[in-house]
């Protein structure tokens, strides 16, 4: 069995993906439904946190004006 450091860069799990935040500008806690999909995005303490590989949250947030994203 090959030790940790020896696997080779195919034999390594992917990298975890990113989650980006973006800050809603109107409310501090509401559910987002995103249109066509149904599908419900959580905004707790005025932020929503979406995978940078979830092109339609992240099309839905970069198309409306009451969210900006956070640089941390």
Not at 34 to 58: F, H, M, Y
């Amino acid at each position: 069995m090959a030790k940790p450091n020896e696997l080779s860069a195919d034999d390594q799990s992917p990298a975890a993906d990113v989650s980006l935040t973006f800050r809603d500008k109107i409310y501090t806690s509401r559910t987002l439904i995103i249109p066509k999909t149904n599908r419900t995005l959580p905004v707790a303490k005025g932020v929503v946190e979406v995978l940078a590989s979830d092109e339609q949250a992240l099309n839905y947030l970069k198309a409306n004006v009451e969210f900006e994203p956070l640089r941390e």
